[in-house]
């Protein structure tokens, strides 16, 4: 079964500073992975995704993840956090393949930006 | 409609009582999936339709949660005879045929006393 593990559960950064939020996965082929962001009473917005070609994959609001196989792991990261960015961030996998995106989300890590 | 929209935005309910959610996917998105959200918590992937067939309703965690998309455009999740442990933020998102990105409507967020 597909699942998915994000370590931190709350992260606190400065504006300004860099961010990385960890995000592992289990899944028995090649994976579909996700970032969403859910800011408070808001329904979840897409970050960006990988399937194939480039493990380093750009997203909107200047983030990107790293799709590092041999770790099982889809990092987000972005290089400078702006306070609009403080919000829920959740990750999920799905099939590659198949009739349709049954996605499996990750807990979800709730991220405060600080003055 | 521009995006996917979900009513009500929130919902008290006394243990016992049946509620209706309503969603209204993206014009045109022929898959519709529910999710629920409990309080810290990710989203749990509750059903699944493809225009008006319900292809997998594996997630559904009793027979009190029925869903149904009758023309294969808005859709009814229905909870009857709640409990406590039905509160949570019912999500609901749709995508485009052939593409796999969902979009997501605000959710329900329904708290049963």
């Known amino acids: 079964a597909q699942s998915v593990t994000q370590p931190d559960i709350h992260i606190t950064v400065s504006e300004g500073a860099s961010l990385e939020l960890r995000c592992n996965y289990s899944?028995?082929?090649?994976?579909?992975l996700f970032w969403y962001v859910q800011s408070p009473g808001q329904g979840l917005q897409l970050l960006l995704k990988y399937f194939s070609g480039d493990t380093l994959v750009q997203g909107i609001k200047g983030f990107e993840a790293e799709f590092k196989r041999s770790q099982s792991s889809f990092n987000l990261r972005k290089p400078s956090v702006h306070w609009s960015d403080a919000a829920e961030y959740f990750c999920?996998?799905?099939?590659?393949?198949?009739?349709?995106?049954?996605?499996?989300f990750g807990t979800g890590t709730k991220l405060q930006v600080i003055p | 409609g521009a995006g996917v929209s979900q009513s009500p935005r929130y919902k008290v309910a006394k243990r016992g009582q049946d509620v209706a959610l309503r969603c209204d996917p993206i014009?045109?998105?022929?898959?519709l999936f529910w999710y629920q959200q409990a309080l810290g918590q990710g989203p749990e992937f509750l059903t699944y339709f493809q225009n008006e067939a319900q292809l997998d309703k594996s997630g559904l965690p009793s027979d009190r949660f029925f869903a149904e998309r009758p023309e294969g455009s808005v859709s009814t999740l229905k909870i009857q005879r709640t409990q406590q442990e039905d509160s949570a933020v019912y999500l609901c998102?749709?995508?485009?045929?052939?593409?796999?990105?969902?979009?997501f409507g605000p959710g329900t967020r329904l708290t049963v006393l």
């Open positions: 999920a996998v799905g099939p590659s393949s198949g009739g349709y995106q049954k996605v499996t």
């Open positions: 014009s045109g998105h022929v898959s």
């Open positions: 998102a749709s995508t485009a045929l052939g593409t796999n990105e969902q979009f």
């Open positions: 899944y028995g082929a090649t994976p579909y």
